[in-house]
């Protein structure tokens, strides 16, 4: 599917998506809390989630999904010795431990670009807590075969942290204690996020600056309701057309959130914008924006918005940090690099980090890699093209926002099929 974007005035008011790294975790949490129901209200029903839920239902619990909510009875009995994880690196990372608490052997398989991300970080840590893991030549299909108990493992953090995420939510559950050492752990606030969903469920693992967690075994996991908030990754895209073409009030975001995409709030006011918060509501509107600089270690998924947002920036905006964005669902950096050059801006890779130099946004046809990310990033960027964008494979947003063409029109857009 294809959409062209014009040139828009964007103004308004509307709610944020649900956050998926939330209602993943949410789900998760929900299966792990042994015969009993939970709650999860404002719900993703995003591709990502849906194959999340998909998978705990095939491990044991009963899911039952309403319009603006979904159950979950909990309870870990596979019905089945395959797991699809779509295309979510959250849904397999994670879930590889936690299968791993069965005493069968069971195969996650996924699709589309998650057959080229790296799972190898899971093997050796997964064998030193008596698991027998393996891959394919260090991607996908994994293979587990229980069940996991406690004891002493290394992890690598440097590429994903989501692997981590799942350790911490399955050891809870295994037999005995166990200890995780961490090295080169990036994306942090994403495990501050798991760390409250859990404690939120009455699991507590303490830690040594995240260097070491020191996990309990045989611990409960207690019913509660969950409430997904707002996904400010998804949001990042909003407030940046609002930033570079009009004026938005943004609902349902946390501000206080362990989410790390929040820090796009921070971006928004050192390059100029207007920005107002209130309660639950984000207010953004444009001013002259001046270029910025940015790390972007602890929030990868913020580099496509920013990078649009640097295209409307006065001068040479930088991100520092973005070597890790080629294990992604598309290789970001060249995507960006490829996508930015048809449109007439320059941005250059230096040293392992992007500049980008704003200027005049031409218009022409984009291609979406195939990542949700790259879609939303170009449709945003035809807000000041002086010609229409016309996205290819736009479909791919079903990933983590499959309303955001719609949304985008609501508040101004002009988008066309």
């Known amino acids: 599917m294809k959409r062209s974007i014009k040139h828009s005035q964007i103004e308004g008011e509307i709610f944020a998506p649900p956050s998926k790294s939330l209602m993943q975790r949410m789900t998760a949490a929900a299966l792990l809390t042994e015969g009993t129901t939970t709650e999860i209200r404002n719900p993703s029903f995003s591709a990502d989630c849906l194959a999340s839920l998909d998978v705990v239902k095939k491990l044991g619990a009963e899911v039952s999904r309403y319009k603006n909510r979904v159950v979950i009875k909990g309870g870990l009995s596979p019905s089945v010795r395959e797991l699809s994880c779509g295309e979510s690196g959250l849904c397999m ?40 893991c393996t891959t394919h030549n260090g991607h996908q299909p994994i293979t587990v075969h229980g069940p996991l108990k406690g004891g002493r493992a290394e992890v690598d953090g440097s590429i994903s942290s989501q692997f981590l995420t799942g350790l911490l ?4 559950r295994a037999e005995g204690d166990s200890e995780i050492h961490v090295e080169n752990l990036t994306s942090r606030p994403y495990i501050d996020l798991t760390l409250k969903v859990l404690e939120s469920c009455g699991i507590h693992i303490p830690h040594d ?40 009030a943004l609902k349902g975001l946390d501000v206080q959130s362990p989410q790390p995409d929040r820090k796009i709030l921070e971006v928004l006011k050192d390059c100029g914008a207007s920005v107002r918060l209130t309660r639950d509501v984000v207010v953004v509107q444009k001013r002259e924006l001046r270029a ?7 929030s990868p998924d913020l580099v496509p918005p920013l990078a649009v947002l640097a295209c409307s920036c006065l001068g040479t905006s930088r991100l520092r940090g973005t070597d890790r964005l080629q294990y992604k669902e598309s ?79 609501s508040i101004g857009g002009k988008v066309d099929e």
Request: hydrophobic content about 45%; charged content about 20%.
């Open 93 to 132: 990372r994670m879930f590889a431990p936690i299968a791993s608490l069965c005493p069968d052997e069971l195969t996650l398989n996924g699709e589309g670009s998650l057959r080229s991300r790296p799972m190898d970080m899971l093997v050796m840590p997964l064998k030193d807590l008596s698991v027998r």
């Open 169 to 172: 939510m399955a050891l809870p």
């Open 209 to 248: 600056n995240y260097d070491r967690f020191s996990i309990k075994g045989n611990q409960t996991y207690h019913p509660r309701g969950f409430t997904v908030e707002g996904d400010w990754s998804g949001a990042a895209f909003l407030l940046v057309a609002a930033a570079v073409g009009g004026d938005l």
């Open 292 to 298: 910025f600089d940015f790390d972007i270690t602890d």
């Open 331 to 409: 290789d970001r950096t060249s995507a960006l690099q490829q996508e930015l050059s048809r449109m007439g801006i320059v941005l250059r890779i230096i040293d392992g980090n992007m500049e980008i130099q704003g200027g005049d946004i031409h218009g022409g046809v984009a291609q979406s890699h195939a990542d949700h990310r790259i879609a939303m990033a170009m449709a945003v960027l035809a807000i000041n093209a002086t010609q229409p964008i016309t996205v290819e494979g736009t479909e791919c947003v079903n990933k983590s926002y499959p309303a955001f063409f719609e949304d985008l029109a």
